[in-house]
Antibody
Framework: EVQLVQSGAEVKLPGTTVKISCEVS????????IHWVKQAPGKGLEWMAL????????IFAERFQGRVTLTAVTSTGTAYMQLSGLTSDDTAVYYC??????????????WGQGTLVTVSS | QSALTQPASVSGSPGQSITISCTGP?????????VSWYQHHPGKAPKLLIY???NRPSGVSNRFSGSISGNTASLTISGLQADDEADYYC??????????FGTGTQVTVV
């Protein structure tokens, strides 16, 4: 069974940086993309970016390009998403997700429990 | 990239069937075989219901089914139950190879 466990809630000051972790088990970490998805309060799901742990390829949604840093440590099966220059608009729940194991699609399938990031002065 | 368009809300009575649509520009459905659907209860992680347009993951009820026609994908929930009350999202690829979600549909069981 694929499981994704994310780090705990964070409270951050405006202008600072947050780093969220996502530990993946139950699949071949190197062979599976890691997606990052944002859900702001009262809003829908918004895709942010993905990383391929196998070759380090990263793809970003345009509006997050330049503020999001993605890393993946294959030895521990853990991915990280760092978001810089935080504003109140970044207050949201952030999810990591991986594709389905027994399919061709690379879209999100298995999800972490979400990490609440609150940006407040 | 623009989100895929879904109706804001759909409602139905217990036992009925409802259908949620997901429409995007042709370029957003450039890979027509890759549409997924998710159920999202507030405070929980989204749950995959359908992948590759019409495939159900193991453990997902056969009351959920997916289809596609042109640039509109659809999720049908049959035998509506109280626990089906949630937000539902579609997702697909864009022509850039990025992922895009639908605007989301709130399902109410009345």
């Amino acid at each position: 069974e694929v499981q994704l466990v994310q780090s705990g809630a964070e409270v951050k000051l405006p202008g600072t940086t947050v780093k969220i972790s996502c530990e993946v088990s139950g699949n071949t970490f190197r062979d599976s993309y890691i997606h990052w998805v944002k859900q702001a309060p009262g809003k829908g799901l918004e895709w942010m970016a993905l990383i391929d742990p196998g070759d380090g390829e990263r793809i970003f949604a345009e509006r997050f390009q330049g503020r999001v840093t993605l890393t993946a440590v294959t030895s521990t099966g853990t991915a990280y998403m760092q978001l810089s220059g935080l504003t109140s608009d970044d207050t949201a729940v952030y999810y990591c997700a991986t594709p389905i194991v027994d399919g061709q699609s690379s879209l999100p399938a298995h999800w972490g429990q979400g990490t609440l990031v609150t940006v407040s002065s | 990239q623009s989100a895929l368009t879904q109706p804001a809300s759909v409602s139905g009575s217990p036992g009925q069937s409802i259908t949620i649509s997901c429409t995007g520009p042709s370029s957003d459905f450039s890979e027509y075989s890759y549409v997924s659907w998710y159920q999202h209860h507030p405070g929980k992680a989204p749950k995959l219901l359908i992948y590759e347009v019409s495939n159900r993951p193991s453990g997902v009820s056969n009351r959920f089914s997916g289809s596609i026609s042109g640039n509109t994908a659809s999720l049908t929930i049959s035998g509506l139950q109280a626990d089906d009350e949630a937000d539902y999202y579609c997702s697909s690829y864009t022509s850039r190879g990025t992922c895009v979600f639908g605007t989301g549909t709130q399902v109410t069981v009345v």
